[in-house]
């Protein structure tokens, strides 16, 4: 999952109705991966963690050329 724009401020929006946050560890739990928009996390003033590590343009572009189906939203 490569997170862009907002998306990289998934844990201030997780809450008890929107649990975020449990359903992010589940995804990782199950083997998914993770990365953030560096450039969309310096615009927030955020930094590169284990929650949301850090990425750029070549890691996107990599998700996308190894997948068969590409969900945006």
Do not use: W
Request: glycine share 10%; net charge negative.
């Amino acid at each position: 999952m490569f997170l862009v724009g907002d998306g990289v401020e998934y844990l201030a929006h997780s809450s008890d109705q929107f649990d975020i946050k449990k359903q992010m560890e589940m995804y990782l739990e199950s083997g998914g991966t993770l990365i953030a928009c560096g450039t969309c996390l310096a615009i927030r003033k955020q930094e590169s963690g284990k929650e949301c590590p850090a990425g750029n343009m070549e890691d996107f572009y990599r998700i996308v050329a190894e997948n068969d189906k590409v969900l945006t939203f």
